[in-house]
């Protein structure tokens, strides 16, 4: 009894500066692509080169109103798990991230950090410059790898 009154003071206070500190976020401005998480993480649809772009789009779209979360690709390769889009009601399927599906962006928001992932909770974009990475004309629309083949 007498131990546990000396420790609780410690305790609590190691607790709250713990969870105080997970909850800061830090402000950046960040330029980058929309992308489908799902398809750039799992190569489900080919290399990192082939699920970016407007070769990628349609499947960025779908992917989003599906409910997979989008991210933003920096331009110095660093992925971004996008959390929320100005205050758009959904995280994932909103119709702020299929208006955006596939597009470069600057972003100004909050990162946070958390066991080697970032997220990112976009409170403005600032730039929207569409579709930039114009490479389906490389690709095709759908990377003729991800086509399936013809049953016999």
Request: include cysteine; charge should be negative.
């Amino acid at each position: 009894m007498k131990l546990s009154r000396l420790l609780a003071p410690p305790l609590l206070a190691a607790g709250l500066a713990t969870s105080a500190s997970a909850t800061e976020g830090e402000r950046i401005q960040i330029t980058g692509e929309v992308i489908d998480t799902w398809c750039y993480f799992s190569g489900v649809m080919g290399g990192p080169d082939a699920v970016v772009g407007s070769a990628h789009h349609t499947c960025a779209l779908w992917c989003s109103a599906g409910g997979i979360p989008v991210g933003l690709l920096a331009e110095d390769g660093e992925v971004y798990m996008v959390l929320k889009i100005n205050g758009d009601d959904q995280n994932a399927s909103g119709d702020t991230n299929l208006n955006l599906a596939s597009h470069e962006i600057t972003a100004d928001g909050m990162l946070y950090k958390r066991d080697g992932l970032n997220y990112l909770v976009v409170e403005e974009v600032i730039t929207d410059h569409g579709i930039t990475n114009l490479n389906h004309e490389d690709y095709g629309v759908v990377p003729g790898f991800a086509i399936p083949e013809p049953k016999p």
